[in-house]
């Protein structure tokens, strides 16, 4: 069956420290990777996908990247933190239109 | 481009009292449409999806959601909230061929009051 790994659940991170959240999905290939994020009292804004190795797409400008060194992995960074970075990071995957599997997230704080 | 729109940020309602949150949504193509729940601290849950098939859509817990196409809505219904229903709700919208990207509303906070 197919699962999803996020970690870490939690993480307290100084501004202007690096960040790198790490996504793999097991048990299917050539997934439909997604990072988006959650911030304080705000929906889900969907901030990377990538629909196979080494190819990502940015829908918002920020200080985020993402990268995809693996067919089931899925990498989100940054260089330097910044306040507005806090939030609840998920990944997720999917092979169709209609069928998305997400991780448990990730909480970032920026102090 | 799909877009997602969700009446009401917080819905507060009795125990046993008729749950309605809407869920209006724009697509040049039909769209795949789901709704999700959020516990505190938790990840998504799906409750339920639209995929072109039966336009009432059961879900789990007792929800279910009504696909209009003519009103371009998917909005989620319960007869009966029961208290562990407190949660944020979100309805999200996908496409065939979008490299099958996820889309979702700002989120309904329901608050379920004895």
């Known amino acids: 069956s197919q699962t999803i790994h996020q970690w870490p659940a939690t993480l307290v991170q100084p501004v202007g420290s690096p960040l790198s959240l790490e996504c793999t999905v097991e048990?299917?290939?050539?997934?439909?990777l997604y990072w988006y994020r959650q911030a304080a009292g705000r929906g889900l804004q969907l901030l990377f996908y990538s629909v196979g190795i080494g190819q990502i797409s940015s829908e918002v400008p920020q200080n985020l990247s993402a990268s995809r060194p693996q067919d089931r992995q899925f990498i989100l960074s940054s260089k330097k933190l910044l306040l507005s970075d806090s939030g609840f990071y998920l990944c997720?995957?999917?092979?169709?239109?209609?069928?998305?599997?997400f991780g448990s997230g990730t909480r970032l704080t920026v102090v | 481009a799909q877009s997602v729109t969700q009446l009401g940020s917080h819905v507060s309602v009795s125990e046993g009292a008729l749950v309605l949150l809407r869920c209006n949504y724009s697509s040049s193509v039909p769209p795949y449409l789901f709704w999700y729940v959020q516990y505190p601290n938790q990840g998504l849950q799906l409750l339920l999806k639209y995929t072109s098939a039966a336009t009432l859509v059961k879900g789990i817990n007792g929800f279910e959601a009504e696909f209009k196409k003519s009103e371009t809505s998917f909005h989620l219904t319960k007869p009966s909230a029961h208290m562990s229903d407190a949660a944020e709700y979100f309805c999200?919208?996908?496409?065939?061929?979008?490299?099958?990207?996820?889309?979702f509303g700002a989120g309904t906070r329901l608050a379920v009051h004895p």
């Open positions: 048990g299917t290939s050539n997934p439909n």
């Open positions: 997720a995957w999917s092979a169709s239109a209609y069928g998305y599997t």
């Open positions: 999200a919208v996908s496409m065939p061929g979008g490299y099958n990207k996820l889309i």
